[in-house]
């Protein structure tokens, strides 16, 4: 069972909110992290650089977070390991049709009033509802 944890929530969704909205205000970039990601691979883009700090940041920032202040978030994966493979080709396959990620969409499309993103941000809520039913209640979870 997740704990729940409101502040910490809160924070960070905040510090995700400000870094899309500095990532628009100074590269005119949308934060989503597939479309980041597509750059970074060849060929590579001419707005190589952002795209690579983004990435790193997105490491650096826990990893900083471990080593220096000796957090470690809460977790605990009782899902196969044939599960997350599965599961992460079906996301990448996901992102591909539906023109970007969650990020992207539930973000940064949502905080524009993109149709678009709004359609694929309830598609992507309540597919997962289905499939955590399905998975904890109709299949007796994992």
Do not use: K
């Not at 899902?79 to 940064?108: E, K, N, Q, R």
């Not at 709004?118 to 039913?133: G, K, S």
Request: aromatic content about 12%; overall charge positive.
């Amino acid at each position: 069972m997740t704990d729940f944890t409101p502040l910490q929530s809160l924070g960070g969704g905040a510090l995700i909110g400000l870094a899309a909205c500095l990532l628009m205000y100074f590269h005119g970039r949308i934060a989503g992290i597939s479309g980041i990601l597509a750059g970074i691979l060849p060929p590579l883009s001419s707005d190589w650089g952002w795209r690579a700090a983004f990435l790193i940041g997105a490491i650096a920032a826990p990893a900083f977070l471990y080593y220096g202040f000796s957090f470690t978030p809460a977790f605990e994966n009782n899902v196969p390991v044939f599960a997350l493979i599965i599961s992460g080709l079906l996301v990448g396959f996901g992102i591909t049709i539906g023109s970007g990620c969650t990020s992207g969409h539930g973000i940064c499309g949502i905080s524009r009033l993109s149709v678009r993103s709004i359609a694929a941000t309830v598609t992507f809520m309540l597919t997962t509802t289905i499939t955590v039913f399905i998975i904890r209640h109709v299949m007796g979870g994992f």
